[in-house]
């Protein structure tokens, strides 16, 4: 009996490693990028380029945010917010279950070996059993061994082991993508707050001159000087400031609720950068002249793309096998008698060697559709990864031509500004001198005003735009 057990541990150690011999999953290959080698900007097409390693041979250090966004005060509100916020607590959340999820299906490749012990005790009565008097029947049994385990000969477990292990990968890239989303949209929200508490600080500035205005035409309207034309124009100037000054105060109460929800804690108006219009995101690094296309690769959603069009491919692969003979196996061995003090003796040796065979010969169609649809899937999935891609290019150019028009734009807004400024200068003094009337000076007043806003405009654009091509470059 012994040999015969060691026989039957030694088949099922064969069988096991036997196990996986095939996979009918088609090879996966990483598709071609369906964009152009290199961007477009202002001046054309930047030139094809190998810089891809340099912009991100910082890629995995999860800090490098920091030399991007160097205020501190703005490095402390994104600390905060990979803290606190809770759209990115659930993307942490959703890997921990992927990465539970996985480990359960890596765990169906071995066999599962259990250690059992019973005991029975029954009471036989004579109706049942023929006897003269009724007895006690006791057995009792100690056992290792496997249950049901599948011996994977054409890699279904395999591939839904690799497609599990696939999804996963996906679901640690989702969350660098929360992570760079999360991180853009508080310096975003930083940036905007700024640029309210500038417009809000223009607008009171420009209401305290406009109501000293108005007091002086007041009195020349009490002395005859002027009419009252004048007057009201200078109160309608006045009060419109005012407006705006209520505007903007709610503008900037909104945007730093906006922060607040962000970063999951109070944002102290104080806190905020000073002089940030003048270098609106001073860590950005400059974009390199011969910025290849294939930066795309790194982008954290083409990655999640490229995982789930990985387990789309393995799927494949089991819905294949499923055509094939599965195999499983159930074995043990142990010890079994009658007494329980003779549970251990010599000759109480006891084993299990059963082998099962399934071999499916009708199931309606079920397997194919099951192969089609796994194959559809896949299909979808490159569609996925090839749209990911084409959007990322996108963002990409789009950034790359809002940055150089920026620059542009800021420099010729700074010459209306000062043009604007020396306008109502000169309308000022003319309106002193008497030489003109009060209409020029609230011509004047009024460009001057929007030049200002329109400046804010701009450098909160600007700020949002190096961002945003950060982001879709995803270097930090």
Not at 311 to 323: H, S
Request: charged share 20%; aromatic share 8%; with cysteine.
């Amino acid at each position: 009996m012994q040999l015969k057990m060691k026989y039957g541990v030694m088949a099922t150690v064969m069988l096991t490693l036997l196990g996986g011999c095939a996979n009918l999953a088609p090879d996966y290959q990483q598709p071609m990028a369906p964009v152009p080698a290199g961007f477009v900007n202002a001046d054309g097409y930047i030139n094809k380029g190998s810089d891809k390693e340099a912009l991100h041979a910082n890629t995995h250090d999860v800090n490098q945010w920091k030399q991007v966004f160097v205020d501190p005060q703005l490095q402390a509100a994104i600390v905060q917010s990979l803290e606190n916020n809770r759209d990115w607590r659930i993307a942490m959340l959703n890997v921990s279950k992927a990465r539970a999820q996985y480990q359960l299906s890596d765990a169906e490749r071995w066999p599962s070996v259990d250690a059992k012990g019973s005991g029975t005790n029954q009471r036989i009565p004579t109706t049942s059993s023929g006897a003269a008097d009724s007895y006690i029947a006791r057995s009792y049994g100690a056992n290792v061994g496997i249950t049901s385990f599948e011996l994977d000969f054409f890699g279904r477990v395999k591939n839904l082991n690799e497609a599990a292990l696939s999804q996963y990968m996906a679901t640690t890239e989702a969350q660098r993508s929360a992570r760079l989303s999360l991180i853009a949209n508080v310096a975003n929200g930083w940036y905007s707050l700024a640029a309210e508490q500038e417009r809000l600080k223009v607008a009171e500035a420009t209401l305290e001159s406009r109501q000293a205005s108005f007091t002086l035409i007041e009195r020349r309207f009490a002395v005859g000087v002027i009419g009252e034309l004048d007057l009201r124009e200078a109160q309608t100037l006045k009060e419109s400031a005012a407006v705006d000054v209520a505007r903007f105060k709610s503008q900037m109460q909104q945007a730093r609720n906006a922060l607040q929800l962000l970063v999951g804690a109070p944002v102290e108006v104080a806190s905020l950068p000073a002089g940030w219009q003048e270098q609106s995101v001073p860590g950005v690094p400059s974009i390199p002249a011969n910025l290849a296309s294939s930066v795309l690769l790194q982008r954290p959603d083409v990655l999640q793309a490229e995982q789930q069009l990985r387990a789309a491919n393995a799927n494949i692969g089991a819905a294949r096998a499923a055509f094939f003979p599965s195999i499983t196996l159930t074995a043990n061995a142990g010890t079994a008698s009658a007494e329980l003090g003779n549970l251990f003796k010599a000759g109480s040796g006891a084993w299990l060697f059963m082998p099962q065979i399934n071999l499916p010969i009708f199931d309606g169609g079920r397997n194919q559709a099951n192969l089609d649809v796994a194959k559809v899937e896949r299909d979808l999935a490159l569609a996925n990864y090839e749209k990911a891609i084409q959007s990322g290019f996108r963002e990409v150019a789009d950034g790359l031509v809002q940055i150089d028009g920026d620059s542009a734009q800021l420099q010729a807004q700074a010459r209306v500004l000062k043009s604007s400024q020396q306008a109502l200068t000169i309308a000022e003094a003319r309106f002193q001198k008497g030489v003109s009337g009060f209409l020029e000076v609230l011509i004047a007043k009024r460009s001057y005003y929007a030049a200002q806003l329109v400046m804010i405009n701009l450098q909160q654009q600007q700020a949002a735009n190096q961002i945003g091509l950060y982001k879709a470059l995803a270097l930090y």
